[in-house]
């Protein structure tokens, strides 16, 4: 309750109480819960009063200073504070609903939780006023000066805000809907997760603002700076934008859907998962931007430039593409049904797999300089740019080299199976994660729709079928990836002459006894028998570590490389015992160290070469027939013991050998099985 004689003292008149305040300024007066309602206090002094709860409603206080005074909770609905100092003044949860705080001075006032709807505080200055949880909706605050202020969950939905300076301001969760921020100043300023929902922002300056979580939807932001915000996963929807500068700005997921984007800067700007659905782009530079996979159905791009722009898996059913400037861009597996794309410049376009049921298009430029348009009837563009029915073959990881060979083997067999059908890869897009292989179903003896989606869905099933086979093939086969590769390298040679590829691998050497004496046809059957069997023992080893790489032979010749010496010797060992049955006679020598490959330039054909090819060649003369001969090198290795004999020998060479005399010892082993 106010204190009696002090609110005695204010009945007295405004001359006297300033009199006695200044004759007694020690003296706070307490005038809580006073009913001072419609009362004239025009200069009073009441700075430094306790008006707690007081009922100020509707009272003349133009002037008045109330700097440092406590008014939590008062009534001050209707006031008018015009010109009033309320510097430093406690305001908290105060009601100033309708108040003329027009040049009112509240620098440093405190207003949380304050009540200010409709209130008129047009060019007040309110620099670090905490207005934090205040009701300012429908609030004129135009011109106003909140530098430093804190607005941090306030309501000011439907607020004038024009020209007001907002710069660095807390406005976290603050409601705007519907305000008026033109020409704001709202540098720097903290908006994250406040509601700015159909507010007008035209020509307000957002340079270094935060908009995290904010929403915008039906706001207008015509030739607003947005340059570099992050306005990644924003709701975007039906937003002005004409106009604005996005140049570098993150709009990555944002839902842009209806947004008006005509004549703005879009330079540099991050649009990957965008929703653009409905949105106006039309006339703009948009050379060059990523619009992959994403949803541009019903999007106005009337007009603009898209040179080398990437449309690839996006959506832009029924999109308004008139006009557009579509050279070298990328539409594949784009959707343009019911798209309209008349006057369309379509040079160099990459159109695999686009789709285009229902496209409207009377003339499209196909030429560079977009001089001569082609016409088309209506549905004639349909029927020529369509793309025929395909099978999709997706491949987790992406194709490997067996894949990749196989592949066009299965397709060509199921092609061969069906008459009148026409299959053939159109391509295999691989990233190295995963890849797709598209696959063109042709029809070529007019089926009925229903025949051919019959033999269409049968051929899928096929396809899809080969494909696990062939993934269960792989991992049941390992040494078929492995020779892939190894052709592979052999075509890397073929391809570029003085190349080489180097591995150290065990070699084998073969040789055939008294093959020189035997007749031109003895000669061809025998050497024949002995490569098919040599052939036979590698496919009889479906894993690894047995495969042999590189085979290669000449004359009575046969050469070998194993990645595993313990393959090598069992290879050896077995095809001599083979080789044997059949009355051939062979002696064999091996090594252990560097084999190459090279193209030989004379014969065109690859050919191995290096230090274990020349040891074990060495080597093979020095054996006797059906004996296997290997270097000290090879027996250095980890080799089973327990499938393997090995005795210790030196042979002396028969001839003169590079640096080496003939009689000279040569150091060796001799190989024998096991209990044999």
């Known amino acids: 309750m106010a204190n009696p004689e002090h609110l005695e003292q204010l009945k007295k008149g405004v001359k006297s109480w300033n009199a006695w305040r200044e004759q007694n300024p020690d003296i706070k007066p307490d005038l809580r819960e006073a009913d001072l309602s419609g009362v004239n206090l025009v200069g009073t002094n009441l700075s430094h009063t306790d008006l707690e709860k007081a009922n100020l409603s509707s009272a003349d206080l133009i002037e008045t200073n109330l700097s440092s005074a406590y008014l939590s909770r008062a009534d001050l609905s209707g006031a008018n504070l015009s010109s009033a100092n309320l510097s430093h003044t406690d305001l908290e949860k105060a009601n100033l609903s309708g108040a003329n705080l027009n040049r009112a001075n509240l620098l440093d006032a405190n207003l949380v939780g304050g009540i200010l709807i409709h209130a008129d505080l047009s060019h007040a200055d309110l620099i670090e006023t905490n207005l934090s949880s205040g009701n300012l909706s429908r609030a004129d605050l135009s011109g106003v000066n909140l530098v430093g202020a804190n607005l941090r969950d306030a309501n000011l939905s439907g607020a004038n805000l024009l020209d007001v300076n907002l710069s660095g301001v807390d406005l976290l969760n603050a409601n705007l809907g519907g305000a008026t921020l033109s020409r704001a100043n709202l540098r720097g300023a903290y908006l994250s997760r406040a509601d700015l929902s159909g507010a007008n922002l035209v020509g307000a300056n957002l340079v270094g603002a935060n908009l995290d979580g904010a929403i915008l939807s039906r706001a207008i932001l015509i030739d607003v700076d947005l340059s570099e915000l992050d306005l990644s996963e924003l709701n975007l929807s039906e937003l002005d934008l004409s106009g604005a500068n996005l140049s570098g700005v993150n709009l990555s997921d944002a839902n842009l859907s209806g947004a008006n984007l005509v004549g703005a800067n879009l330079s540099g700007v991050n649009l990957s998962g965008a929703n653009l659905s409905g949105a106006n782009l039309s006339e703009l530079d948009l050379n060059g931007l990523n619009f992959s996979n994403m949803n541009l159905s019903e999007v106005k791009f009337c007009g603009a430039s898209l040179c080398s722009a990437n449309f690839r898996g996006s959506n832009l059913s029924g999109a308004d593409l008139n006009r557009i400037n579509l050279s070298e861009a990328n539409l594949i597996d784009a959707k343009l049904e019911k798209a309209n794309l008349t006057d369309a410049k379509l040079w160099e376009t990459q159109r695999e797999g686009w789709k285009i049921k229902g496209v409207v298009c009377q003339r499209a430029y196909w030429n560079r300089e977009e001089e001569i348009a082609t016409e088309y009837e209506e549905g004639a563009f349909e029927r020529a740019y369509a793309e025929k029915p395909q099978i999709e073959l997706e491949f987790k990881g992406g194709v490997?080299?067996?894949?990749?060979?196989?592949?066009?083997?299965?397709?060509?067999?199921?092609?061969?199976?069906?008459?009148?059908?026409?299959?053939?890869?159109?391509?295999?897009?691989?990233?190295?994660?995963?890849?797709?292989?598209?696959?063109?179903?042709?029809?070529?003896?007019?089926?009925?729709?229903?025949?051919?989606?019959?033999?269409?869905?049968?051929?899928?099933?096929?396809?899809?079928?080969?494909?696990?086979?062939?993934?269960?093939?792989?991992?049941?086969?390992?040494?078929?990836?492995?020779?892939?590769?190894?052709?592979?390298?052999?075509?890397?040679?073929?391809?570029?002459?003085?190349?080489?590829?180097?591995?150290?691998?065990?070699?084998?050497?073969?040789?055939?006894?008294?093959?020189?004496?035997?007749?031109?046809?003895?000669?061809?059957?025998?050497?024949?028998?002995?490569?098919?069997?040599?052939?036979?023992?590698?496919?009889?080893?479906?894993?690894?570590?047995?495969?042999?790489?590189?085979?290669?032979?000449?004359?009575?010749?046969?050469?070998?490389?194993?990645?595993?010496?313990?393959?090598?010797?069992?290879?050896?060992?077995?095809?001599?015992?083979?080789?044997?049955?059949?009355?051939?006679?062979?002696?064999?020598?091996?090594?252990?160290?560097?084999?190459?490959?090279?193209?030989?330039?004379?014969?065109?054909?690859?050919?191995?070469?290096?230090?274990?090819?020349?040891?074990?060649?060495?080597?093979?003369?020095?054996?006797?027939?059906?004996?296997?001969?290997?270097?000290?090198?090879?027996?250095?290795?980890?080799?089973?013991?327990?499938?393997?004999?090995?005795?210790?020998?030196?042979?002396?060479?028969?001839?003169?050998?590079?640096?080496?005399?003939?009689?000279?010892?040569?150091?060796?082993?001799?190989?024998?099985?096991?209990?044999?």
Not at 576 to 586: C, L, P, R, V, Y
Not at 656 to 669: N, R, S
């Open 400 to 676: 490997d080299p067996v894949e990749m060979a196989m592949l066009p083997l299965m397709v060509q067999k199921l092609a061969e199976e069906n008459s009148g059908i026409q299959l053939h890869i159109r391509s295999i897009q691989d990233d190295g994660n995963a890849a797709k292989v598209r696959i063109i179903v042709d029809d070529t003896q007019n089926r009925t729709p229903e025949e051919f989606q019959k033999d269409f869905e049968s051929i899928k099933g096929e396809l899809i079928g080969g494909q696990k086979a062939l993934a269960i093939y792989k991992t049941n086969n390992q040494n078929l990836q492995r020779q892939i590769k190894d052709q592979q390298n052999e075509i890397y040679l073929l391809t570029h002459p003085g190349s080489k590829t180097t591995e150290v691998l065990t070699v084998f050497f073969l040789d055939l006894k008294g093959f020189s004496k035997k007749s031109a046809e003895e000669q061809v059957a025998v050497m024949q028998l002995t490569r098919h069997t040599a052939q036979g023992l590698f496919q009889s080893y479906p894993n690894e570590p047995h495969l042999g790489k590189y085979p290669n032979t000449w004359g009575d010749a046969i050469v070998v490389g194993f990645e595993n010496p313990n393959s090598g010797i069992e290879f050896a060992l077995d095809l001599i015992e083979m080789i044997k049955i059949k009355n051939i006679q062979a002696r064999i020598g091996m090594s252990f160290g560097e084999f190459s490959l090279v193209l030989n330039p004379v014969l065109n054909k690859i050919a191995p070469e290096g230090p274990a090819m020349s040891d074990a060649a060495r080597l093979e003369p020095l054996a006797s027939t059906g004996e296997i001969l290997i270097t000290p090198e090879l027996r250095g290795n980890a080799l089973d013991e327990s499938k393997f004999n090995f005795e210790k020998t030196e042979r002396e060479l028969k001839k003169d050998v590079g640096e080496l005399k003939a009689g000279t010892k040569i150091p060796c082993y001799t190989v024998t099985k096991k209990n044999s």
